[in-house]
């Protein structure tokens, strides 16, 4: 009986596809984004500071490596609204891909990035914090206008 119970009360997160330009909601917290473009693809956070924020997380994976914009391809772009993402990005080379204090973009690099690179993100009603992890230096970067 513990057993079906555990299947029950065990939560299971939802996973999504994002191939178009998207804006997120709060109503999108705890998703997975799986993202697959054969362009650019921006997806936009929901306002920092808005009420209802508090506690929202989202996970970026990419499915498909975003292709270099001299192939005719693009960057894939989380971009907050105002300068409200803190966080960092390792590399599996052990080096350090990205990190910023301010940023307001989140950039899975086109010809850089490949499949399985990933950044999860968390906001505390005023701020964004995010963490990732990508194979190659450069693979991902935070960045501010």
């Known amino acids: 009986m513990s057993e079906n119970l555990n299947k029950l009360f ?6 999504e596809e994002i191939s178009a330009n998207k804006t997120l909601d709060v109503y999108d917290t705890g998703k997975v984004f799986m993202l697959t473009s054969a362009g650019a693809l921006t997806i936009t956070l929901p306002a920092a500071g808005a009420d209802d924020i508090t506690g929202c997380c989202f996970t970026f994976i990419c499915r498909t490596a975003p292709v270099n914009p001299m192939m005719g391809g693009g960057n894939y772009q ?21 990190d910023d204090l301010d940023g307001d973009h989140i950039n899975f690099i086109g010809g850089t990035a ?4 990933r950044i999860e993100i968390m906001c505390d009603g005023s ?3 995010a963490y990732g992890f990508c194979h190659a230096d450069g693979g991902i970067t935070i960045t501010t206008d």
């Open 10 to 15: 065990t939560p299971v997160r939802v996973v």
């Open 78 to 98: 989380i971009k907050n609204t105002a300068d409200k993402i803190t966080g960092f990005v390792r590399s599996s080379t052990g080096g350090n891909a990205s």
């Open 114 to 117: 490949v499949q399985g690179d």
């Open 127 to 129: 701020n964004y914090y």
